[in-house]
């Protein structure tokens, strides 16, 4: 299973980005996804998670109603829009994908099976 990440780069505070991760080499559908960020020197943070049938989590005190996690089942895609970006969003953002489990979503980086490489956020003020 591999896992694509864009949409990454360099934008003002207030401004807005949509990052996208496509996943190949495996069952997308059957797969929560979830987004993390790790910023320089510090550890990888969940931001965003997405079960199979759409159901979503956020990082409420980060996020703050600013991000929004979609999917399309029929693009093997996960889409992570970004608003009212702030200098804190500054970071690496990685996709993750996890394998079917039974629960709720998941909020912890070790729990997901799969990786990108991440997309770099610049947020400037």
């Known amino acids: 299973v591999q896992l694509q990440a864009s949409g990454g780069g360099l934008v003002q505070v207030g401004g807005s980005l949509r990052l996208s991760c496509t996943v190949s080499g495996g069952t997308f559908s059957t797969y929560a996804m979830g987004w993390f960020r790790q910023k320089p020197g510090k550890a990888r943070d969940f931001v965003a998670a997405i079960s199979r049938r759409g159901a979503s989590l956020y990082d409420t005190d980060s996020v703050k109603g600013r991000f929004t996690i979609s999917r399309d089942n029929t693009e093997n895609t996960v889409n992570l829009e970004m608003m009212q970006l702030e200098s804190e969003d500054t970071a690496v953002y990685f996709c993750?994908?996890?394998?079917?489990?039974?629960?709720?979503?998941?909020?912890?980086?070790?729990?997901?099976?799969?990786w990108g490489h991440g997309t770099l956020v610049t947020v400037s003020s």
């Open positions: 993750a994908a996890m394998l079917p489990r039974t629960g709720p979503l998941h909020l912890a980086s070790d729990d997901y099976d799969f």
